[in-house]
Each structure stands twice: as structure tokens, then as C-alpha cells.
């Protein structure tokens, strides 16, 4: 291990660090009055972040012994990630200024959303047990801190109590899970785990409880529970961030795992995983149906697709990981839109119930607009890009022979149909006595928001995209 | 070999229409974006025109039979490892038919629009949706991909969403689009796996290369083994693709959203539920129809046929009862287009054996004429009365000459009088159902007889019966309106004809067929028969006021009740839909969130704020729930693998 080997191999990583110090050392030498120079000086920082990440997308190697691994496909899901990220930090500056600045933060919000980033770069990059636990803390934690962001109301500081405990409680079945699988293979290392030969009791209840872990993260049914009740609390860049960028990251390793370590218990994730993906998908929906709270009713409608994504991993290997990779792309797109404008709305009137969308049209076109290709999306209406992604779920799914489970999910998109439809509707087709007056958006959510447009109407349709994500997951 | 390369226009110009129009909405005022959306359309229309004469005249058939011609491709996605698809045009007779008959009957609503749509606030938002309808429906006939078709399909979907939504204000409007939005997107899942698994099982979606009689069998053979339910999985696909055709077509039971749709505007219905949209199952099957001939001894299309006659007579059953004008029109769509499903049901392939298949295409080209021309003269009675129901008129013969006129010309096509459109293809089909089965051909020719009572019912309660005394004494008072109205009337008389390029080009196997009229047989004077008859019953009850259908209604009692709330099938989904799955399911569900996951703290929480220690406790309590439900998961988990594994 050279030293340029680990500038090139982490150097999304190194630069996100150095990005913190500077930020850090910024925030001291700022006055109090000047603090908005920050928000300037973080986006700036991030986009030489992301841009530079470009450059190491064909980088492959492994680092520390094998406990870090870098290939096309993670660096590409990075930069991923990182655009994501972006999106999510341009929406956030209104608020940033209104609810943070007052309270005298700044560079803290950049900071923690940054140390989780890193944390998921982590356990992404992993290549041992023992890189991935300490990634996944690492991007869990800073996350209850944001969500106490707004720690003067009490649905903030609720969620983010929630988010820990429950957090805790997970992570601590989880690592008694990987203790048991290190006790009967005797081995960290992913690759390693999967040449032992003999499958003890002992090692699949380690997997199993390994897996509920991660499905946590997921939120698939039943560890969901704290999803709701964490979406609405906490602010809702935040939420935006834990059901985009942390669920995208937890299915890649979900991924990871099932197909290298758990390749020989594939019949029977298979089965678990299908009875999650049924779960998942009717009770996100279920409970999406009669949601008033637009926050809930994202919080619901991102336990759904969840179940969906599930439908492209039971697919297994190859064809799993592109169809579920470029779905995530496209589901970041969706839901960062659709989590944006919930909270432009949010931000500029306080209101954010279905009802108070009635009317929107006429005060507000182009946020409409928004909303309504990313709800669209969403649903999976072509020429949309979600209808692509969904489009190659179900047919991965069906590749595998699953029929029923693409009917069930073909039910449930039925269903979910239906309340994807209602602010559409609201906003749209209704008319109201008083609606969400006009208002502008700042100069960085624009440009998020005409990104996140063009990003909904193109990627579907421009398919070298798909094709280079499918080269890229071949070579894995 | 001629290029056919400016037929990429004929989508084409609409997008370019619905673009302008679309995004700068602001800069056109009234007049001007209707001149926009006429001027696409009818530069798309005369392209149209001049592609079937030089597809079916100049570049001609070669040895009796018409080969396609894919003047534009381009290579789109590729998909697994020998699946790509692209997308292009594909001319051959069915797509050069119906790309003729969609600019045809567009363009007339364009011109008609211009008129109906006077005044009205959205009038450049109205025509961008006509113009994206019209992008959509003509690059989903012109499709060479199965694929493309479905992404086409989609778009139809939404954009006549966007038209049956149009009117705002009404309430009942959003929930027709909405309903007919849901109903059809439901039936494009099984469309869509349809898809799925044709493309899995049969390597490609291509649709050329699907209709090619020797790959046929080689996929024939390759998945004989693999049945499902006793049936093979090509088979279950095209089923699967019919459903999704079903719906679109409003055949039952997923009919139920045409008759709501028709709150959209009078124009809209003219175009998406009479000409265009609907007969997009019957365009599906057709352009499917050798696979469906072929596969499974054509069980699937065996299933077109029986869904396509049950639909066609339950429907005419129900528009005798109707009392709003246009849900009768609706009805008797849904009757019709159930005929040309019937004609393809029990059409053979070759020569003479595929009469059903040619008949049904030649109704859905005369059928897109008439009913196109019966809905935009309803248009002009609502427009003049301001009312859709039959009480409110009457007499209007001297008040509306020119619809009365043109109203009878459509009413006697549909009722099958020759020399009008409908005669000849009407009785192609009843000649088709014949050699197919006696029963077939019965429910056809009893299904004509109600066609044509409860047309005449329609016209003569409309233009004649009582005198009805109006406030504002109705008028045509826009020449925009009129002309769309007699052009359709020129056309109802002469496109019937069974020497038109329609009426004998468009066969299964793309081969020249020339059908002729037996006049001395029994059929042919059954069919002008029972025609008359109609009439004749519906002159002796409607043309002066009688009690006599009052009469009928009561001694059919039970049965006239049931087929005017449609047979409940409306109350059926309301049903399962409200009160199984929101009222049994969903309801509990959102309460157990919203009371017991979340209020529970609210409340707590709200009342007993100098409590906070004790939230504190009573929250953990909570979460000890949540992980309880947690550890649970991990258990039955553990249980799935130790039962999977040991």
C-alpha cells in the first residue's frame, strides 16, 4: 500500500474530511454576522468534492488488507450518493438561514451530514465485518444529531431520541450477530466467510440477526417502526437524507453481502427476502393510503418502494444489482424532489398537509410541476424515469420466475397509485379559497430543483446511462 | 422503393404543437393556439392521407400482398443479454388505417374545439393536451416495438387523464379522470407483465419478428413444456396483453370508467372514447392477431371473442335505459367496439377464413366515422340546450337542422341501412360470426336490432316527441362546429363502401382480399331486417310522446331496473374497493398509526407538559415496543432459515 494507492483508492473519503477540518476551521475565524458565508463556502467545497470524485471512477484496489475495497461500481454508487447529497444541501439553505443561523449554527449541519456520508462510504467500501459496523455507526449517529436540529420543537428532539435508541438496539443484535458468525467461521473477511464450507445453526442466526440490521436501515417491514415517527419529527431535509441517501447505501451493501458472503444460502434469502418484499410493500402502502401529513405520508410511501427494491435483489447477482442500482439512482431523484418541495412549502407557508395543496397550480406552476413528475415517478407512470426503474424490477423479478410476486407488486403499485395520485389531484384539479400564496425559492434550490426536473424526465429515457451501470456491474 | 421517411412528421408535428403550446401557454391567446393545434394536425392528416395513397397505390402490393415498410428505426435500450429494443414507425395496413383514421377524426376536433372551447379560461391549455393526445395515439399505432407500444399506451393515458379532468371546477369531473385513469392503469399491469413475459419466453418484442409466422412455431415448441393452470405461459401472456387491451377498450368488467368519462369535454369524448383511444384494444389484439391465431390454438383469442360479444350485448341492454345523451353514446361504444373484439374472435387467418379479422378492422375505420360524428353533434345539442339528459329536449328538428340532418345520417350507420358506412361492415362481421358459430352470429345480429332501437330511440327523443318550449331558443351558432359536422356526414356515406382501400387491404396476412356482398342471401336481408326493425319499434315508441315505454319499463319490472343502475357494477368495485379494502384494511390501519402509534404520544404529550420526565418514561415504553417488534422479526427470520435449511 503506497501512499498514492491510498490518496487515489479513498480519496472521496480523504477529501470529505478535509472538507470538515476546513469547514470547522472556517466556522471559528466567522464572525457571527458573516455565518452565512458558510453555506456559500460548504456548497462550493462539496462540488469540488463531487467533481473530483469523477476522476477516481475507474480506480480498483483494496487498502488495509482487504478491509477497504474500491471498484468502479462503489465509486460510481459514491458519486451517486455524493450528487444526492448536493441535491439535498441546495434545497436546505432557506432553512438554514431561517431555523439554524438564528440559533448561531451554521457549519454543524454540513458537518454531521458529512460524517455520515463518510460512514456510508465506509460500509460500502468495506471489505470486513469489522470496516462495516464501524461505517455504519459512523453515518447512524451524526444522524440523530440532526435530526435534534430543531431541538426547540418537541417532535425534533423525539425523533432524534427514537432514532438512538432504536438505532442502539438494532445495531447491538446486529454486532451479536456478527460475533456469532466470527465465532463458527473464524473470519472477518467477507471472502473468507463464504469459502467456509459447512453452514452451522449457529453462523445462519448470526446472518439472520445481521440482516435485520441492515434491514432497519432499509426499513423494511417489521423494523420499520421508527420510520414514521422519525420522518415527521425530524427536519425534513433530514428525513429526506435518511430515506434517500442511507436507505440507497444500506440495499448496495444489502447487496454486497447476500450475493458474495451469503451466495450459498440463496434459496433461503430468497424466500425471507420475498416474505419481507410482500410485507413491505402492503403495509407501506396501506398505511400511505390515509395519510393526511405529506412528511407521513413520504415516510409510508418510502417503506413501499423499499419492498419494491426488494423485488430487483431477489433477481440475485448481475441483473439484481444493475436493475436495483439504477433504480436507487432514479428513486434519489424522485424522492429528493418530492422531500423538496413538501419542504419549500413547509419552509414558506408552515403548512404541510394534503389539503393545504389545493390550488398550488395557480400559485405556484413550477413547484407543482415538480411535484407532480416526481410523484409520478414515484408511482412508476411512464415516461417518467421511475417507470424504468420499476420496469426493470418487475422484469428481473420475473426473470427469476417470481410471477406471483411481480402481480403482488403490480397490485400494490395499483394501490399506491391512488394516494401518489391525491396531491397531484390537490394541486392540480382542485380549486381552493385560500391557497399556498406564490413565493420564490432561493437561488441554490432552483438550481436543485431544475437539476432534479431534468434528471426525472432524462434518465429514464436516456438508456446508455442503464447500459454503462450494466457494464459497470458486470465487472463486479 | 419508396422512402417513407416524412411519416417521423406525422407524430411528430403534434409534439412540436403540444410543446409550444405547453410551455409558453402565456404567449397564445385564444384564437391563435387553436390555429396552432388545426395547423399540426391537418399538415399530420394530409401526410397521412398521402402515406396511405402511396403505401397502398404507388408502392403497391408485391405479389397480392402488402410487406411492411420501417422507413425509421433507432436502437433504445438493451435489456439482459439478447433483449434490445428500439424504436421507430412501422407502415404496413393496419397502422397506415389507423394513423388515417386518428389524424382524420383529431384534426376535425381541433377545427370543432375551436368553437365548443369559445371563451373558455384554459383554451391554449386545452389544445396542448389534444396535441400531446395526438403525439401519443399516433406513435403507439405507428410503434415497431411492443415495448414502445406500452410506453405509448401509458402516455395515452395520461394525457386523456389531463382532457377528462379538463372542467376544474367540477368535482365530478376529477373523479372521472381519476376513476378512468385508476381502472385503465390497472389493466396495464397485466398488459405490462404480458410483456414481460413474452419478451422473457420469446427472447424479443420486436413485433415484426413476433407476427413471423416460422418464429411463431419455433417459440411454440420451445415453451410447450412450460403450462401454467393448463394453459402454456404464451398463451397466459397474450391474455394478459388482452387485459390490458380490455381496459383501455372498456370491455367488462373493466368498462366501468367510460360512461363516468363522459364529464370530460363533449370534443374529448368525440376523440379519446369514439374514434381512438377505446379502439386501442381491438388495434392491440389485430396487430398481435397471428400470435394470437396461433398460439394455444388461439384460446386467447377465443377469449377476445366471448369477452367482445358478452360486452357487446350487455352494453346495448344498458344504453336502452340511459337517459343522458352522451352515457348512451358511451354504451353503445362499448357495444360496438365489443363487436369488432367479437369479429376478431372468430376470424380464420388466410384468404376468406380471415373475413372476421378484416371486418372488425373495417368497423373500427367506420365505426371511428359515425360515432366520431354522433359525439360532436351531441356536442352541439349541449351546447345549445346546456343539458346531457333526453328530458330536457325534443323537437329540436327545427331548431338544429343541420345536426338533425347529420345526427340521422350517423344514427341509420350505425343501424346497419345500406348504402351508409356500417351496412357493409356490419354485415361482414355477422357473416364472419356465422361461419363461426350460430351463436356467435345471434348475439350479433340481436345486438344490431337493440343498436338500432336505441339510436332511434335517441334521435327521435331528441329532433322529435314532444315540444319543448326553451328559454333561449338553441341554435348552431359556430360554423367551426357545423363543418367538422358535415365532413363526418360526406364520410359516413362513402368510406363503407367494400371497394375502399380499407375494406380489403387490411387482412391478417397483409394479402389483397376482395369480400363481396351476396345479396340473395338470408343473412344480408336478416341483418338490413332487424335494422328496421329497431327502427320501426323505436319510431312506434318515441317519435310522438306515447306512455308505451313507460309501460314496457314496468312490465320488464326488476330487468329495466337492473340494466338502468347498469347492472350495480359500479356498486360491485365501490364494494370491495370502500368496504373491503379501505374500510376493513386500511382504515384499521390508519387508525392504529395515527391513535395508538401516534396520538398516543400527542395526547400524553399536549396535556401533561410539566410531566416531561414521565414522557420520557412512558416514550421508552414505547420504543420498547418497537424494538419488541423488532427482536420478534429477527425470530420468525431465524425460524424461515432454520426451516429452509435444516
Sequence with gaps: ?476 | MTDFGYTLWIPLLPLISFILLGLFNRFFKEPGAGYIGMLSLGISWLLSIYTAWQYFFVWGPAEGKYEPVIPFKMHWITFGENLSIDMGILIDPISVMMIVVVTTVSFLVHIYSRGYMHGDEGFARFYAYLSLFSFSMLSLVLSVNLFQIYIFWELVGVSSFLLIGYYFVKPSAIAAAKKAFIVTRFADFFFLVGILMIGYYAGTLDIETLNNLSFIEKIITENQGIVFMGLSVLTWALILIFIGGAGKSAMFPLHIWLPDAMEGPTPVSALIHAATMVVAGVFLVARLFPLYYHVGDGFALRVVGVVGAFSALFAAVIALTQEDIKRVLAYSTMSQIGYMMMALGVSGFEGHEGLGYMAGMFHLFTHAMFKALLFLAAGVIIHAVHSNLMKDMGGLHKYLPVTSWTFLIAALAISGIPPLAGFYSKDEILHAAFEYSTVMWFVGFFVAGLTAFYMFRLYFRIFHNKKTEYAHPPKEDSKFMTAPLIILAVLTFFVGWVFTPFSQYVTPTREVFHYEIHWTSPLVWGSILIGLAGIGAAYFFYFKPTEYPQKVASAFGAGYKWAKNKFYMDELYMFVTKRIIFDKISRPAAWFDRNIVDGFMDSIGNTTVWISEKIKLIQSGRMQEYAIYFVYGVVILILIFYYYNY
Design chain 1, 1 to 476: 500500500m503506497s501512499w498514492e494507492q491510498l490518496f487515489s483508492f479513498m480519496q472521496n473519503e480523504i477529501l470529505i474530511v478535509l472538507a470538515i477540518l476546513i469547514l470547522m476551521m472556517a466556522d471559528i475565524f466567522t464572525g457571527k454576522e458573516k455565518k452565512h458565508y458558510i453555506i456559500h463556502l460548504a456548497n462550493f467545497l462539496f462540488v469540488v468534492v463531487f467533481l473530483a470524485g469523477l476522476n477516481v471512477l475507474d480506480k480498483e484496489g483494496t487498502l488495509f488488507g482487504g478491509s477497504f475495497k474500491t471498484y468502479p461500481l462503489v465509486a460510481f454508487f459514491k458519486s451517486t450518493l455524493m450528487a444526492g447529497v448536493l441535491l439535498i444541501m441546495l434545497q436546505s439553505v432557506t432553512w438554514i438561514k431561517k431555523e439554524l443561523i438564528p440559533h448561531g449554527f451554521v457549519s454543524e449541519f454540513y458537518i454531521l451530514m458529512w460524517s455520515s456520508l463518510l460512514g456510508l462510504f465506509y460500509m460500502i467500501s468495506s471489505g470486513d465485518f469489522l470496516m462495516f459496523y464501524l461505517g455504519l455507526e459512523l453515518s447512524a449517529m451524526p444522524v440523530a444529531g440532526l435530526a435534534a436540529f430543531e431541538f426547540y420543537r418537541r417532535r425534533s428532539s423525539e425523533a432524534a431520541i427514537k432514532m438512538v435508541m432504536l438505532a442502539a438496539v438494532s445495531s447491538a443484535i446486529m454486532l451479536f450477530g456478527i460475533s456469532l458468525i466470527y465465532a463458527t467461521s473464524g473470519s472477518i473477511y467477507f471472502d473468507q466467510i463464504q469459502m467456509a464450507s459447512e453452514v452451522p445453526l449457529l453462523e445462519l442466526v448470526g446472518f439472520v440477526m445481521l440482516l435485520s440490521g441492515i434491514a432497519f436501515k432499509i426499513s423494511l417491514v417489521p423494523f420499520h417502526f421508527w420510520t414514521a415517527d422519525v420522518y415527521e419529527g425530524a427536519p425534513t431535509v433530514i428525513s429526506n437524507y435518511l430515506s434517500v441517501i442511507s436507505k440507497a447505501a444500506a440495499v448496495y451493501i444489502l447487496m454486497i453481502l447476500l450475493f458474495i458472503t451469503l451466495r450459498r444460502y440463496e434459496e433461503t434469502w430468497t424466500v425471507a427476502l420475498y416474505i419481507l418484499a410482500v410485507l413491505t410493500m402492503f403495509v407501506g402502502n396501506l398505511f400511505a393510503l390515509r395519510q393526511q401529513n405529506m412528511k407521513r405520508f413520504l415516510a409510508f410511501s418510502s417503506v413501499a418502494q423499499a419492498g419494491f427494491i426488494l423485488l430487483g435483489v431477489i433477481g440475485g447477482n448481475v441483473l439484481g444489482i444493475k436493475t436495483v442500482i439504477y433504480f436507487l439512482l432514479i428513486y434519489i431523484f424522485s424522492n429528493v424532489a418530492a422531500f423538496g418541495v413538501v419542504h419549500m412549502i413547509a419552509m414558506h407557508s408552515g403548512k404541510e398537509n394534503i389539503k393545504d395543496y389545493e390550488g398550488l397550480y395557480r400559485t405556484n406552476p413550477r413547484l407543482s410541476l415538480l411535484l407532480m413528475l416526481a410523484l409520478f415517478s414515484l408511482a412508476g407512470i411512464p415516461p417518467v424515469a421511475g417507470f424504468f426503474g420499476k420496469f426493470f424490477l418487475y422484469s428481473t423479478a420475473a426473470s427469476k420466475g417470481f410471477y406471483i410476486l411481480v402481480f403482488i407488486a403490480v397490485v400494490n403499485v395499483t394501490i399506491s397509485l391512488y394516494y401518489y395520485l391525491l396531491p397531484v389531484r390537490a394541486a392540480f384539479l382542485r380549486r381552493s379559497e385560500n391557497p399556498i400564496p406564490h413565493f420564490k425559492s432561493d437561488i441554490y434550490s432552483k438550481i436543485g430543483f431544475i437539476i432534479l426536473a431534468l434528471g426525472l424526465i432524462l434518465i429514464g429515457i436516456y438508456s446508455p446511462l442503464y447500459e454503462y451501470i450494466a457494464r459497470l456491474s458486470e465487472i463486479l
